[in-house]
């Protein structure tokens, strides 16, 4: 029983990753790469959002740019902005929840930046008003969304949308994407 139910998860997420082997998806992830490469030769930044789960993809994303993904070069800006949970807790508290995105970009965004808005659903309010914020103040904006891609479309340069209602498969997805722009982004930047 638990081992057919591990072959059908897996089997699963190898059907959604062969959809996205389809030119658009990868044609999506190569220009929301080229987003942040031009983002970083002019001096920018790249600031991602998102929540729960997609607060961990987030993270871990600024965390590959900052840090390394594969290569010894200098470091690179990236900020999740939901990792100040003193900034978090009190934005909330004072304004609501659906600002606590928006109030950090407005004091860390900058025109030609790169803002990524996380979200499985692609409904996240504080998503979506951080997304909207970005597009008004001159940032460029990425969206990685599932199925539903409806309501980021109007406020993206760029949305990566998981052809799959399912959370952890387009979770699985987030991350393959990330881990690749990532690549393409010290490849292009630090070709030695």
């Known amino acids: 029983m638990l081992l057919s139910n591990i072959e059908e998860q897996i089997k699963a997420s190898i059907e959604v990753k062969k959809m996205i082997l389809d030119k658009p998806y990868l044609e999506a992830v190569e220009r929301a790469a080229n987003l942040m490469i031009e983002a970083y030769r002019h001096g920018g930044k790249v600031l991602f959002c998102g929540n729960g789960g997609s607060a961990a993809d987030a993270q871990h994303l600024a965390a590959e740019l900052v840090g390394r993904f594969k290569k010894e070069r200098r470091a690179l ?71 539903d891609d409806s309501r980021v479309t109007p406020l993206c340069d760029v949305v990566l949308g998981v052809p799959s209602y399912d959370t952890p498969r387009v979770q699985e997805v987030h991350m393959l994407w990330g881990h690749i722009i990532c690549g393409l982004v010290e490849g292009e930047l630090f070709h030695g």
């Open 77 to 147: 800006p990236a900020i999740a902005l939901h990792v100040n949970t003193s900034a978090l807790t009190a934005i909330a508290n004072d304004y609501s929840y659906s600002e606590v995105f928006v109030r950090q970009l407005e004091a860390f965004g900058m025109e030609g930046d790169v803002l990524v808005g996380i979200s499985t659903s692609g409904k996240s309010e504080n998503v979506l008003r951080a997304l909207a914020r970005a597009r008004d103040k001159g940032l460029k904006t990425i969206a990685l969304v599932g199925m």
